[in-house]
């Protein structure tokens, strides 16, 4: 089992910035994904951006350029700083971790949530 606990969320304006983290414990593989997805009011969870233990990282097309997901693996924590916020990112953001098995990847599990709102 692996558990993941987000921070970092709140209420800010619109060009504001947020920095989210999410750390995992359990049972974490040293091969693995770690992401954020989120959920807009009246919308689908949709990824927003992920990136592996060996730092290969993906993003939506709507952030690509104002967040940037890091991570430090001593700490097993990942983290999506978020730039020039609009009010189009309000939404629960959640934190993602899935294992590597060698040939396929295995089942994401899910942090609680952390609400992001951007309003003036």
């Known amino acids: 089992q692996v558990q993941l606990v987000e921070s970092g969320g709140g209420l800010v304006q619109p060009g504001g910035s947020l920095r989210l983290s999410c750390a995992a414990s359990g049972s974490i593989f040293s091969i693995n994904a770690m992401g954020w997805h989120r959920q807009g009011p009246g919308k689908q969870r949709e990824l927003v951006a992920t990136?592996?233990?060996?730092?290969?990282?993906d993003y939506a097309d709507s952030v690509k350029g104002r967040f940037t997901i890091s991570r430090d693996n001593a700490k097993n924590t990942v983290y999506l700083q978020m730039n020039s916020l609009k009010p189009e990112d309000t939404a629960v953001y959640y934190c993602?971790?899935?294992?590597?098995?060698?040939?396929?990847?295995?089942?994401?599990?899910w942090g609680q949530g952390t609400q992001v709102t951007v309003s003036s």
């Open positions: 990136i592996t233990s060996d730092d290969n990282t």
């Open positions: 993602s971790y899935k294992r590597w098995y060698g040939v396929r990847w295995g089942t994401d599990y």
